[in-house]
């Protein structure tokens, strides 16, 4: 158990948080020299990352007692949204992270793997944990052993994965309002900290349900519900569609955050808009581009530090970092990663981010095999460095 307990009280060292600031200011001033190449980007990038903490008072929102900033928000990605990626995130202007999905079970049955997911660092607050399961008792159970680490407790009810669907839990639950509103008002029940739950329309075409399942949510005390724009059966074919998402916006009091193909400023300033919801969330986007949260923030309206040198730009215009910039973000993240992580473990996770962070850089089939064979964290920077 100590082992665990370092894990989830483990902190990001000062030396690295200068550097990702350093970087997260490298990547602002790019982004203003971009859009506003007249303008002088050393003052507005000094005071974006000196004092900026991305808050938006005209579309800020409260789940709960817990404030959020702002609208953009990175979602629970399995095998993927760690604390250095919500590190990454929340320094980019990230309003609120989540964990990866969290076996209720693995929690009740004390396995340490699980209870590590759940280690969270004051550098990615606020932060969701993300837990999936069938049985009201069990996930109320987990949800308390959690509580303690996290600033709320999310319940999946859309993944679309198989295995997770073959234990009825996910998206399948979609198919029990029943039990549905067991699990929520059981979790609400047991702790002190807000529930929420992410969803998806429905299972199916012929069974798109997310109406009835907010109404219920709220009913229950959930304090905020994600939807995710497709049907469980859909997986991530064809096209989110928001249409319904609006109609739960016009129908409950609680948040509704929008999820779905937020993959552009362009799109999260359109779903905004056309849904009225309360935020969007990022996902498979954000991959190796973690600037995203930034880019979405800038085409709303960013304030400057006391209201001052505020920036707004256009959303349709899409910018992309330097390989130099690129490249001292991989550096930074590989490092990152072996801080929590060890250097074999870390290393060894970081090939596709690799592939990720420099996917449409010229010529990159040259290098792209290396991604797979690094071994070491002195191999990763050699392939890095041969990047041009």
Same mark, same amino acid.
């Given at each position: ?16 948080? +200068?550097? $990702? ?5 490298? /990547?602002?001033?790019?982004? @203003? ?15 974006? %990352? =000196? ?44 309003? $609120? ?12 049955? !004390?396995?340490?793997?699980?209870? +590590? $997911?759940?280690? *969270? ?13 069938? #049985? ?29 669907? !073959? ?9 029990? #309002? ?10 609400? &029940? ?19 349900? *997310?109406?009835?399942?907010? !109404? @219920?949510?709220? %009913? ?14 859909? =997986?991530?074919?064809?096209? %989110? ?12 009091? *609680? ?20 849904? &009225? ?10 991959? =190796?581009?973690?600037? *995203? ?24 215009? /899409?910018?992309?970092?330097? @390989? ?12 990152? +990663?072996?801080?929590?992580? =060890? ?46």
């Amino acid at each position: 158990m100590k082992k665990t307990d370092k894990a989830i009280q483990g902190q990001l060292t000062g030396e690295l948080l +200068l550097e $990702l600031k350093s970087i997260v200011l490298s /990547y602002i001033k790019e982004f @203003i020299q971009y859009h506003q190449p007249y303008s002088d980007s050393d003052l507005y990038s000094s005071d974006f %990352a =000196g004092s900026l903490n991305y808050f938006q008072p005209q579309r800020c929102f409260k789940i709960g007692d817990l404030v959020i900033k702002n609208p953009v928000i990175s979602a629970p990605l399995a095998g993927i949204s760690d604390s250095a990626y919500r590190i990454f995130a929340s320094a980019f202007g990230s309003a $609120l992270n989540f964990t990866e999905m969290i076996s209720s079970y693995g929690l009740h049955y !004390k396995h340490s793997e699980s209870l +590590l $997911l759940a280690g *969270i660092t004051e550098n990615e607050r606020p932060c969701a944990i993300q837990l999936f399961g069938c #049985e009201p008792a069990i996930l109320s159970e987990a949800a308390e052993i959690v509580e303690q680490y996290g600033d709320m407790v999310d319940i999946n009810m859309g993944c679309p994965v198989p295995k997770v669907l !073959k234990a009825k839990s996910g998206g399948f639950l979609l198919t029990d #309002e029943e039990n549905i509103a067991k699990i929520i008002s059981a979790l609400t &029940g047991r702790i002190r900290k807000p529930v929420t739950v992410k969803v998806r329309l429905g299972w199916d075409k012929n069974s798109i349900n *997310i109406e009835n399942i907010a !109404k @219920i949510a709220e %009913a229950c005390g959930a304090g905020a519900i994600t939807i995710h724009g497709r049907t469980v059966k859909q =997986g991530f074919s064809g096209e %989110a569609d928001y249409s319904y998402i609006k109609k739960v916006k016009d129908s409950v009091k *609680i948040p509704v955050i929008a999820s779905g193909d937020i993959d552009s400023p362009a799109r999260a300033k359109q779903v905004l808009e056309e849904t &009225g919801c309360d935020g969007v969330m990022v996902g498979r986007a954000a991959k =190796g581009n973690h600037w *995203i949260f930034f880019d979405i923030l800038a085409a709303l309206g960013i304030e400057g530090p006391e209201g001052e040198n505020g920036l707004t730009v256009t959303a349709d215009r /899409y910018f992309k970092p330097s @390989i130099g910039l690129k490249q001292r973000f991989a550096k930074l993240y590989i490092k990152v +990663l072996i801080n929590f992580k =060890g250097e074999e473990k870390a290393v060894r996770e970081f090939r596709k981010h690799l592939v990720w962070i420099f996917k449409g850089v010229h010529k990159i089939s040259r290098v792209k095999n290396d991604f797979f064979s690094v071994s070491t964290y002195e191999e990763t920077l050699k392939v890095i460095n041969s990047i041009n």
